[in-house]
């Protein structure tokens, strides 16, 4: 049975990767996700804020050492909380590519299009096997229209495929008005692959003291449906791999999210909450799927339950919203 594909150009025994998390804070862990049969690991991510507090004493173009913005910079987390320095992740990739065989990709997270991303060739030098750029921006500004967004994502995915060699996967937030427009941008910006989706950690209030709390939940498979329509509706359509990130729990989750089109599947929760070894029960559930749907090779299902051949999708989505409704009571 062939459980391989190919993610961001790399080939993977088979599609269940880990995601960017705590995990790769530390060699030895990387190892345990290495030795519990991770396909790939994504490493956590190195932060705009730290390169530019590192680089310039600034933190959101905000100078570290002025009076006047102690407030907002105490907002951010004390450098000694990050694992490691921007040159520590660097080294980081160094030694960890030293010690295991999968493929690592790294990840930078930031919101500005400015000069930190060029921590990206550091990072290749390092010898990381691919990037994964999240760009995490909540857009508050009244000013600020979609367009310009969508054009700043662009174009740093543009900059960073004229520096590097490797690979360079953009993990996006789904809160985009035209989704599948703006994959074809980053298609177009030459984006090696799509992760989607970004969660947001969305604050609570706490009533008792009447303030919003902040708080981190592991996902479920509650999660998933959003990430599976985008992965039916741009399965077959784009040149980039295709990951799921968000709400894959079982193994059914797993398989639902292939059959919907994904290169590969990315586990953060599940391996948080069950251990590394969970992603053998992934691979298990997987095999036994095929097996039993008589499927050899893993592309002979990916996309199958895609809307690839629907000629509409617009209007498929539509009818389907409407007998949704319909189907209340029956
Ligand atoms: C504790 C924790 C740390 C995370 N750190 C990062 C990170 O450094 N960079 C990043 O892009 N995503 C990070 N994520 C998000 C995950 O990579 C993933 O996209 C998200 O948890 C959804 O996947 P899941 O449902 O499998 O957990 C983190 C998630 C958790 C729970």
């Avoid at 009244?142 to 960073?160: D, N």
């Avoid at 992760?195 to 706490?206: S, W």
């Avoid at 919907?260 to 992934?282: E, I, N, R």
Wanted: contains cysteine; charged residues 20%.
């Amino acid at each position: 049975m062939d459980t391989s594909v190919s993610y961001l150009g790399l080939r993977l025994a088979h599609p269940f990767i880990a995601g960017a998390s705590p995990f790769g804070y530390r060699l030895d862990n990387v190892k345990r996700l290495e030795d519990a049969g991770c396909a790939a690991v994504v490493l956590h991510s190195l932060f705009e804020e730290q390169i530019t507090d590192a680089d310039e004493g600034r933190i959101a173009h905000m100078d570290t050492s002025e009076a006047e913005f102690a407030e907002p910079i105490a907002a951010f987390p004390p450098t000694e909380d990050y694992a490691l320095t921007p040159d520590g992740y660097a080294e980081h990739i160094h030694s960890i590519k030293r010690s295991v065989h999968i493929p690592v990709i790294a990840s930078l997270n930031g919101r500005t299009a400015e000069s930190w991303l060029r921590f990206a060739t550091v990072i290749e030098q390092a010898g990381a096997d691919g990037l994964e750029l999240n760009m995490y921006e909540v857009v508050t500004d009244l000013e600020m229209p979609g367009l310009a967004i969508e054009h700043r994502l662009k174009s740093v995915v543009t900059e960073l495929k004229r520096v590097l060699k490797i690979p360079v996967a953009v993990k996006l937030s789904p809160f985009f008005t035209a989704f599948a427009n703006l994959a074809r941008q980053l298609d177009a910006a030459g984006a090696d692959g799509l992760v989607l989706f970004n969660r947001f950690y969305q604050p609570d209030i706490d009533v008792t003291t009447g303030t919003a709390k902040t708080r981190l939940e592991l996902s479920t498979s509650a999660e998933l449906a959003l990430r599976l329509r985008w992965l039916a509706i741009l399965y077959g359509r784009l040149r980039p791999s295709l990951a799921v990130t968000g709400g894959v729990a079982t193994a059914n989750d797993g398989i639902k999210a292939i059959l919907a089109g994904a290169d590969a599947v990315q586990l953060v929760s599940a391996l948080l909450l069950h251990g590394p070894t969970y992603v053998a029960v992934m691979r298990r559930g997987l095999e036994r799927w095929m097996e039993w749907n008589k499927i050899a090779a893993l592309n002979e299902m990916r996309g199958r339950a895609s809307l690839a051949t629907t000629e509409d999708r617009s209007a498929f989505e539509r009818a389907n919203y409407i007998r949704t409704l319909h189907s209340w009571g029956k």
